[in-house]
């Protein structure tokens, strides 16, 4: 196994005086799922944040596929490979569901490439292609969500991060989801980084996982070695 | 007759309204920005033509070809390294560089200009058209087809272009957009560019129509103002809709009553439809 595509090395990140990341460090290897899971507020969001550029660290290093990437804005780390499915969706809701997954291709590296992702983007929601003319503002949940997958397989990702896609939907439409992002992980060889409150069914998918209390790291393992103890020690810090 | 004729008029006056309204509306809309400065952005689109006519030896309309790409890059310029750098510190300092901007430019066009009044002349500014006992001017005709054309333009760019998705996208939620990578500082500047290049289309459009002083700036701002909030903030249909029904109102209203009827209307849409007719 070569190097793995991302690496965050002790990174550190706040808003104003408070701390929301503390030397947090995890990798992900090629065509990896791993979990990231806590309670609300150990800091999951900043770190994806603060990865995917759209929030700055204070200090520490994020490598993709061995380049710093850390000080990067948010369009130049798309640009590379890395995107994010961010939390509540964040549809274009005035746009078109077409438009919005046009916008998915912006990059000029996805750009020349948009017709046929296209395509397998509705191969794999055929839903979408149905409704493709709507506003994506009139759409339920769930099919807000796909949207929001869609505009990001658009960009032809390396590396995606789900920031809990599981959020207000029903358990059938959960389980559905989870069931295009293995798809999307075994046939692109997509490396996925799940970013969840809903424990159960992240550990399930994803083949390793970190644990996230008060802006550290205070567990990781495999998915299927995990110790329901300690796992449950770590995840309320009794 | 003289209903049909009034309605033609006003037609005809309603799409300049609505130019300058358009670029107003899309920094309302994208950069989230009241710029207290489209007025004497209008101005000096109105002043460049003044100048460059003379100068370049062509018909005042032609001054476009120069005038609209220069104030193009102005408004880029001036969006991303001064607008955008105060923007970072919240809205209130961004609105008040836009006022500084405008009192700023006013004075700059005093010193150059005088506060003379300005008229920028064409061979058909009095030249009208008979059609049965309706008529016509030919001046309206070319200033209705120059709006027209720019705001249908825009709207297109805006609706089939990557740049235009990408301007869309980022007036819709802004850290979304720079995850499907988009520079979002860049589409404001490019934002704030087609503004600027909107005002040098109406600027020349209101100096073929009517005297201009650098002092002018305001009172095309007011106008500016009502369109963009009869039409709904951002919405550049609206603006059009907006800027006719204003045109109506203005020619209806004649000198005495125009504005009275204006600003009635005006205080109606607020009423009935707080967000304006295309609000959302």
């Given at each position: 196994m070569?190097?793995?595509?991302?690496?965050?090395?002790?990174?550190?990140?706040?808003?104003?005086?408070f701390?929301?990341?503390?030397?947090a460090?995890?990798?992900?290897?090629?065509?990896?799922?791993?979990t990231?899971?806590?309670?609300?507020?150990?800091?999951?969001?900043?770190?994806?944040?603060?990865?995917a550029?759209?929030?700055?660290?204070?200090?520490?290093k994020?490598?993709?596929?061995?380049?710093?990437?850390?000080?990067?804005?948010?369009e130049?780390?798309?640009?590379?490979?890395?995107?994010m499915v961010?939390?509540?969706?964040?549809?274009f809701?005035?746009m078109?569901?077409?438009d919005?997954?046009l916008?998915?291709?912006?990059?000029?590296?996805?750009?020349?490439?948009?017709?046929?992702?296209?395509r397998?983007?509705?191969?794999?929601?055929?839903v979408?292609?149905?409704?493709?003319k709507?506003?994506?503002?009139?759409?339920?949940g769930?099919?807000?969500?796909?949207?929001?997958?869609?505009?990001?397989?658009?960009?032809?990702?390396k590396?995606?991060?789900?920031?809990e896609?599981?959020?207000?939907?029903?358990?059938?439409?959960?389980?559905?989801?989870?069931?295009?992002i293995?798809?999307?992980?075994?046939n692109?060889?997509?490396?996925?980084?799940?970013?969840?409150?809903?424990?159960?069914?992240a550990?399930?998918?994803?083949?390793?996982?970190?644990v996230?209390?008060k802006?550290?790291m205070?567990?990781?393992?495999?998915?299927?070695e995990?110790?329901?103890?300690?796992?449950?020690k770590?995840?309320?810090?009794? | 007759?003289?209903?049909i004729?009034t309605?033609?008029?006003?037609?005809l006056?309603?799409?300049?309204?609505?130019l300058?309204?358009?670029g107003?509306t899309?920094?309302?809309?994208?950069?989230?920005?009241t710029?207290?400065?489209?007025?004497?952005?209008?101005?000096?689109?109105?002043y460049?033509?003044?100048?460059?006519?003379p100068?370049?030896?062509?018909?005042?309309?032609?001054?476009?070809?120069?005038?609209?790409?220069?104030m193009?890059l102005a408004?880029?310029?001036?969006?991303?390294?001064?607008i955008?750098?105060?923007?970072?510190?919240?809205n209130?300092?961004?609105?008040?560089?836009t006022?500084?901007?405008?009192?700023?430019?006013?004075?700059v066009m005093?010193l150059?200009f005088s506060?003379?009044a300005?008229?920028?002349?064409t061979?058909?500014?009095?030249?009208?058209?008979?059609?049965g006992?309706?008529?016509?001017s030919?001046?309206?005709?070319?200033?209705f087809?120059?709006?027209i054309?720019?705001i249908?333009?825009?709207?297109?760019?805006?609706?089939?272009?990557h740049?235009?998705?990408a301007?869309?996208a980022?007036?819709?939620?802004?850290d979304a957009?720079?995850?499907?990578?988009?520079?979002?500082k860049k589409?404001?500047?490019?934002a704030?560019?087609i503004s600027?290049a909107s005002a040098?289309l109406a600027?020349?459009c209101?100096?073929?129509?009517?005297?201009?002083y650098?002092?002018s700036?305001?009172?095309?701002?007011?106008?500016?103002f009502?369109?963009?909030?009869?039409?709904?903030?951002?919405?550049?249909?609206?603006?059009?809709?907006?800027?006719?029904?204003?045109?109506?109102?203005?020619?209806?209203?004649?000198?005495n009553?125009?504005l009275?009827?204006?600003?009635?209307m005006?205080?109606?849409?607020l009423?009935?439809?707080?967000?304006?007719?295309?609000?959302?």
């Amino acid at each position: 196994m070569s190097e793995p595509i991302l690496q965050v090395q002790e990174l550190n990140a706040g808003y104003g005086d408070f701390s929301a990341l503390e030397q947090a460090s995890f990798s992900v290897d090629h065509g990896q799922i791993i979990t990231l899971i806590g309670l609300n507020g150990a800091g999951k969001t900043t770190l994806v944040k603060t990865i995917a550029g759209l929030h700055k660290p204070t200090s520490g290093k994020v490598l993709f596929m061995g380049e710093d990437i850390t000080r990067l804005s948010a369009e130049k780390i798309v640009s590379r490979g890395l995107s994010m499915v961010p939390q509540g969706s964040r549809c274009f809701n005035r746009m078109s569901v077409h438009d919005n997954l046009l916008m998915g291709s912006f990059p000029k590296s996805a750009r020349k490439h948009a017709k046929e992702t296209l395509r397998h983007v509705y191969e794999l929601f055929p839903v979408l292609e149905e409704m493709k003319k709507r506003p994506a503002g009139t759409l339920s949940g769930g099919e807000r969500q796909m949207v929001a997958i869609g505009r990001a397989l658009m960009a032809r990702p390396k590396c995606l991060i789900f920031d809990e896609i599981s959020l207000g939907l029903s358990p059938a439409i959960i389980k559905d989801i989870y069931k295009r992002i293995i798809q999307i992980n075994e046939n692109d060889k997509t490396s996925v980084i799940l970013i969840e409150q809903d424990t159960q069914r992240a550990l399930r998918t994803a083949d390793s996982f970190y644990v996230m209390l008060k802006g550290k790291m205070v567990l990781s393992g495999k998915s299927n070695e995990v110790d329901a103890e300690m796992l449950k020690k770590a995840y309320f810090g009794i | 007759m003289y209903i049909i004729q009034t309605i033609i008029n006003g037609l005809l006056l309603g799409g300049v309204y609505a130019l300058l309204g358009v670029g107003m509306t899309m920094i309302f809309g994208i950069v989230k920005l009241t710029n207290l400065a489209h007025g004497e952005f209008i101005v000096l689109g109105a002043y460049l033509s003044v100048v460059l006519a003379p100068m370049l030896g062509i018909d005042p309309v032609l001054t476009l070809f120069v005038s609209v790409p220069l104030m193009f890059l102005a408004g880029f310029l001036l969006q991303y390294f001064l607008i955008g750098k105060a923007m970072k510190k919240g809205n209130e300092p961004a609105l008040l560089v836009t006022f500084g901007l405008s009192i700023i430019l006013q004075d700059v066009m005093l010193l150059i200009f005088s506060a003379d009044a300005q008229h920028i002349n064409t061979s058909y500014a009095v030249a009208s058209i008979r059609i049965g006992e309706l008529e016509i001017s030919v001046l309206n005709i070319v200033l209705f087809i120059i709006s027209i054309s720019a705001i249908t333009a825009l709207s297109a760019f805006l609706k089939y272009t990557h740049t235009g998705r990408a301007i869309r996208a980022t007036a819709d939620d802004t850290d979304a957009a720079a995850l499907t990578g988009v520079s979002v500082k860049k589409v404001y500047a490019i934002a704030m560019g087609i503004s600027m290049a909107s005002a040098a289309l109406a600027g020349l459009c209101v100096g073929m129509k009517w005297t201009f002083y650098p002092s002018s700036g305001g009172s095309y701002l007011l106008i500016a103002f009502v369109v963009v909030v009869i039409g709904g903030l951002g919405s550049v249909p609206g603006t059009l809709i907006a800027g006719i029904l204003f045109g109506m109102a203005q020619v209806i209203g004649g000198a005495n009553y125009g504005l009275l009827i204006s600003y009635i209307m005006l205080l109606i849409v607020l009423i009935v439809k707080p967000k304006g007719i295309f609000g959302k």
